[in-house]
């Protein structure tokens, strides 16, 4: 006899509230379709970072942007700046825009715009998914390449071709799902160290994503399949400090090299000058980028990059959920960041900074 329907909500249904239509990957590609000056844009971003990473290109990769994106107009504001910056700096720096969309929160919070684009608890996940891809499009069609973190394992297949970089967050460099994903993706991506402060964790899965893996995935159709990938060797360690305290002194930075060589990868790091290594806090942030140009300057080798929470209003405010039209334009809703001038003096500081490495 087959069980009620009753019986069979309480074996597998009893904590779903909804089970709502996703728009496909192939869908969201055809409303916002790739074009050639864009593809252009995101395989020389994607080369030149991978030339950086590998010691071929001596500029520095610079990862900037807001902590996240919660007001496309404003991030295409703040992309404009950035792109004119990227121009100037070009010989002495890659800068590629923090374009992030998904945030892995300590306890609870806003996750996002994929995840509540109207800041208002109404999840609207599939318009969420057309305004990331539209803005990453827009930006990359400045001829600014953009960098995001992949949290999700669905999310990739609706943008993955639009980004130039990727990351991996703190709270999930641990995950196997999350290594697997990255040994898929096209593009060079970053492992930052665990809150806690463990560094190991982030080498240990540079080399599990370097490693080709078989897991369920989706398809472009959206539907369950069988994923085979290639392994990715592009994938690095970012050091992002931790609750204990920083971790960009040399003695670490140097620690990380030499785990990495030991696990025969090549040594490099990027460096967070946020969360762990800046206590969070803006100012703070500010003089861990002075202090690496100084370094940078002075010769040091093994970092290849950096990151900055950047956007135009300095600091940060409180979202209520359905208040976003009471919010600061510009300024961030989850992390401080630098405001803009800071940023576009900091930017002028690492240039030269390679400058007098070289
Ligand atoms: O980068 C953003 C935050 O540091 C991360 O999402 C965690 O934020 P939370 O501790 O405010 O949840
Ligand atoms: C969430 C982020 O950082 P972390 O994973 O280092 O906390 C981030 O860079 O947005």
């Not at 003695?251 to 790091?269: C, I, N, Q």
């Amino acid at each position: 006899m087959s069980p009620s329907a009753d019986t069979l909500i309480a074996l597998d249904g009893h904590r779903t509230a909804a089970i709502n239509p996703l728009l496909s990957p192939a869908m969201l590609r055809h409303e916002h379709p790739m074009t050639a000056e864009i593809a252009d844009t995101v395989l020389a971003g994607r080369a030149s970072a991978v030339d950086i990473l590998d010691g071929r290109d001596d500029r520095l990769l610079v990862v900037v942007g807001p902590c996240s994106v919660h007001d496309a107009d404003a991030a295409l504001d703040y992309a404009r700046r950035l792109a004119a910056k990227a121009e100037e700096h070009r010989r002495d720096l890659h800068i590629v825009m923090r374009v992030y969309f998904e945030k892995p929160r300590t306890t609870l919070g806003w996750k996002g715009l994929i995840n509540d684009p109207g800041l208002d608890g109404t999840y609207e996940v599939n318009q969420g998914l057309r305004m990331a891809r539209k803005l990453l499009l827009d930006i990359s069609a400045l001829g600014l390449p953009v960098g995001c973190e992949f949290l999700d394992p669905i999310t990739p297949q609706f943008i993955s071709d639009t980004v130039t970089w990727g990351s991996i967050g703190a709270r999930t460099a641990a995950s196997q799902v999350h290594r697997q994903l990255c040994s898929a993706l096209s593009m060079p991506v970053g492992i930052k160290n665990s809150t806690e402060g463990d560094v190991q964790v982030a080498v240990d899965a540079t080399r599990a994503a370097g490693a080709s893996h078989v897991f369920a995935g989706i398809n472009p159709d959206g539907l369950a399949a069988l994923i085979t990938t290639a392994g990715n060797e592009d994938c690095h360690v970012i050091l992002r400090g931790s609750s204990a305290g920083p971790n960009y002194d040399p003695a670490t930075v140097a620690d990380t090299l030499a785990r990495l060589a030991k696990s025969g990868l090549p040594e490099r790091v990027i460096i967070d000058a946020s969360h762990g290594n800046s206590a969070k806090d803006h100012v703070r942030q500010a003089s861990v980028v002075r202090e690496l140009a100084g370094r940078i300057g002075a010769g040091e080798r093994g970092i290849a990059g950096l990151m900055l929470e950047s956007f135009l209003v300095e600091g940060r405010q409180d979202l209520t959920l359905g208040s976003a039209a009471s919010l600061t334009y510009g300024q961030s809703i989850t992390d401080a960041c630098l405001g803009w001038e800071t940023t576009a003096e900091l930017l002028d500081t690492l240039a030269e900074a390679v400058d007098s490495r070289r």
